[in-house]
């Protein structure tokens, strides 16, 4: 943040976290990446599988960085740069996190979940931000480097915590969760996510459950209770020695339980039953997986000892994301189209609720409902499978027509009637050219895909038809 001006690290603090040596201004911030770092930045050189901060030294002190963490001096740096000097700078950036989780009296909650983390960790910021400080990573920073990143960041007086944690192979949560050490842990759903990496729907449950190992006994576990494997993962918070476990969700036994929920165009108005609250708040966005998830924030603001009405309020302002369910109205010669960009992610319950939305949308006159899908990566020997079986969805939700890329992809188009095949393409930089000259004035497209499919250039691209013209338009490339 540009404006930070509370010192988060003097030289001595740094160097008794990390038992590191040297001297330096004192740091009001803590980067890993020197093309983000800001004047008053601590940079820490991490080597990662394809840069060695190291070789940024030089550029994160010409931007300002009052410092650089390393673990060796690279060829070329001036003889008198300020350094701290660590054995391993990783391990630096993990003590730095632990230090600074230490030194707080921050009521800390970490959110993990198949789907769902990084909407359910902004509102979780939102309903806690207006009742103390409150720290949360601005972007998705929930693996083996964002999250100790986030806790370094965390200053002293913070009053709430939010951390994301994500994984896709078993002990990655639990690594994460110890440094995190959650008052309140949230499990937002458990779903057939990273099969090629597990056996089993019941072994990502257990992954995920890796969230109760960093927790006190006096902790809360929040968990779906319309998930199939709410049994499985409440016992695995019994095991962890929890005893405080909150079920959300529409299930009558649910702890924080939806009463009704009024939907529009453009989101709901839910009542709800926040641990024998009464709640009545406006989410601006649109589908039932916003709905249940907001359940489970306040379900979490409650097990941290905060206002649940205020957080409750405060979600009225939620915005979707980029790349998560943000929409763009496209002008076009004789009218407009409207988009729904959702192309950051995706996965087989992910495709599905994204579909139930472009249900929910009706196209202006003339228009039709198109879906532009891009393969569900890490679904292992299951994947032509899921894949194929989303065409029950696609014809329930009414859609027009179907654009497809990629090779998992492919059993998608085969299985659609062939009136509802907009075009099959096996790498997605082909399908925008596609895509853009089919678009009329009136038509709902929804964009989604996982992130290594490459479904942003075609959101991008149709986002640029305005201003490209129609003349343009079959040429735009992704």
Same mark, same amino acid.
């Not at 496209?330 to 407009?336: E, M, S």
């Given at each position: 943040?540009?404006?930070?001006?509370?010192?988060?690290? *003097?030289?001595?603090?740094?160097?008794?976290?990390?038992?590191?040596?040297?001297?330096?201004?004192?740091?009001?911030?803590?980067s890993i990446d020197s093309r983000t770092v800001e004047p008053g930045d601590l940079f820490v050189a991490i080597e990662g599988p394809t840069h060695d901060g190291h070789d940024f030294i030089a550029a994160a002190l010409a931007a300002g960085a009052v410092a650089a963490v390393a673990d060796r001096v690279p060829a070329g740096l001036s003889t008198d740069a300020p350094?701290?000097?660590?054995?391993?700078? %990783?391990? $630096?950036?993990?003590d730095l996190g632990r230090a600074a989780r230490a030194r707080t009296q921050a009521r800390i909650v970490a959110i993990t979940g198949s789907v769902g983390k990084t909407g359910g960790k902004e509102m979780l910021r939102l309903?806690?931000?207006?009742?103390?400080? *409150?720290?949360?990573?601005?972007?998705?920073? #929930? #693996?083996?480097?964002?999250? @100790?990143?986030?806790?370094?960041?965390?200053?002293?007086?913070?009053? !709430?915590?939010? !951390?994301?944690?994500? %994984? #896709?192979?078993?002990?990655?949560? $639990?690594a994460l969760t110890h440094?995190?050490?959650?008052?309140?842990?949230?499990?937002?759903?458990?779903? @057939?996510?990273?099969?090629?990496? !597990?056996?089993?729907?019941? $072994?990502?449950?257990?992954?995920?459950?890796?969230? !109760?190992?960093?927790?006190?006994?006096?902790?809360?576990a929040i968990l779906n209770r319309d998930n199939p494997h709410f049994a499985r993962l409440a016992v695995a918070a019994r095991a962890a020695g929890l005893t405080r476990i909150i079920g959300f969700g529409r299930h009558g036994q649910a702890e924080a339980r939806l009463i009704d929920a009024l939907a529009d165009a453009n989101g709901s108005v839910v009542i709800a039953d926040i641990l024998g609250q009464r709640v009545d708040y406006r989410l601006n966005l649109p589908g039932q997986h916003w709905i249940a998830n907001s359940l489970g924030v306040l379900a979490g603001v409650k097990a941290l000892g905060a206002d649940v009405r205020a957080g409750a309020a405060a979600l009225a302002a939620m915005r979707a994301m980029k790349g998560r369910g943000e929409r763009h109205a496209?002008?076009?010669?004789?009218? *407009?189209f409207q988009l729904i960009d959702?192309?950051? #992610?995706?996965?087989?319950?992910?495709v599905r609720a994204a579909l139930k939305v472009l249900a929910a949308t009706t196209p202006a006159a003339g228009g039709r409902r198109i879906a532009v899908l891009g393969d569900m990566r890490e679904l292992g020997t299951a994947a032509p499978a899921l894949h194929a079986g989303l065409v029950a969805d696609v014809l329930a939700a009414g859609v027009d027509l179907v654009f497809t890329a990629g090779p998992l992809m492919g059993a998608l188009h085969v299985a659609l009637p062939k009136e509802r095949r907009g075009g099959h393409v096996f790498e997605s930089a082909g399908l925008t050219t596609l895509v853009a000259g089919a678009v009329r004035p009136g038509d709902v497209v929804l964009v989604k895909g996982s992130l290594g499919s490459r479904m942003g250039p075609i959101a991008e691209a149709?986002?640029?038809?305005?201003?490209?013209?129609?003349?343009?338009?079959?040429?735009?490339?992704?």
């Open positions: 943040m540009s404006d930070r001006q509370a010192v988060l690290w *003097t030289a001595k603090d740094a160097a008794i976290a990390t038992g590191g040596v040297g001297s330096f201004r004192e740091a009001t911030g803590v350094l701290l000097r660590v054995a391993d700078t %990783m391990q $630096a950036l993990v309903a806690l931000s207006p009742q103390g400080s *409150t720290v949360a990573a601005a972007d998705s920073y #929930n #693996n083996q480097w964002g999250v @100790p990143l986030s806790l370094a960041r965390m200053p002293r007086d913070t009053a !709430f915590g939010v !951390f994301e944690l994500g %994984m #896709n192979r078993a002990g990655e949560i $639990a440094q995190v050490r959650p008052d309140v842990a949230i499990i937002t759903t458990v779903e @057939p996510v990273h099969l090629e990496f !597990f056996p089993s729907v019941e $072994a990502i449950a257990d992954a995920k459950a890796e969230i !109760f190992q960093g927790m006190l006994a006096e902790g809360a496209i002008a076009l010669p004789g009218g *407009t959702e192309s950051y #992610n995706a996965s087989p319950v992910a149709l986002k640029s038809l305005h201003r490209d013209g129609p003349r343009a338009r079959a040429a735009n490339g992704a």
